[in-house]
Nanobody, 114 residues
Framework: QVELVESGGGLVQAGGSLRLACVASGSFFRFNVMGWYRQAPGKQRELVAAISAGGDTNYATSVKGRFTVSRDNAKNTVYLQMDSLKPEDTAVYYC????????WGQGTQVTVSS
């Protein structure tokens, strides 16, 4: 059983920063991709950023240059540093681990006020 536990969400003013963290526990294939998705009310869940075990990254166009994804393989942890936040970044952010199966965290709320 794989468990993903997110932390770091909250309320921030536009232009501010937040850092999300997600710790994975359990048994999973070490060659995996970890990342972050988000879902705003009335919208579909979308990829924000992802990073492979080797460090290759992928970002949504809307967050490029503002968000940075990183990971610590020894700690099975993925981070999302979010800078220059905008009200349209408001959403529930979900941690994802994809290996032989696909796993999700419970989600953490990020709210950016204007």
């Amino acid at each position: 059983q794989v468990e993903l536990v997110e932390s770091g969400g909250g309320l921030v003013q536009a232009g501010g920063s937040l850092r999300l963290a997600c710790v994975a526990s359990g048994s999973f294939f070490r060659f995996n991709v970890m990342g972050w998705y988000r879902q705003a009310p009335g919208k579909q869940r979308e990829l924000v950023a992802a990073i492979s075990a080797g460090g290759d990254t992928n970002y949504a166009t809307s967050v490029k240059g503002r968000f940075t994804v990183s990971r610590d393989n020894a700690k099975n942890t993925v981070y999302l540093q979010m800078d220059s936040l905008k009200p349209e970044d408001t959403a529930v952010y979900y941690c994802n681990l994809r290996s032989l199966s696909n796993y999700w965290g419970q989600g953490t709320q990020v709210t950016v006020s204007s």
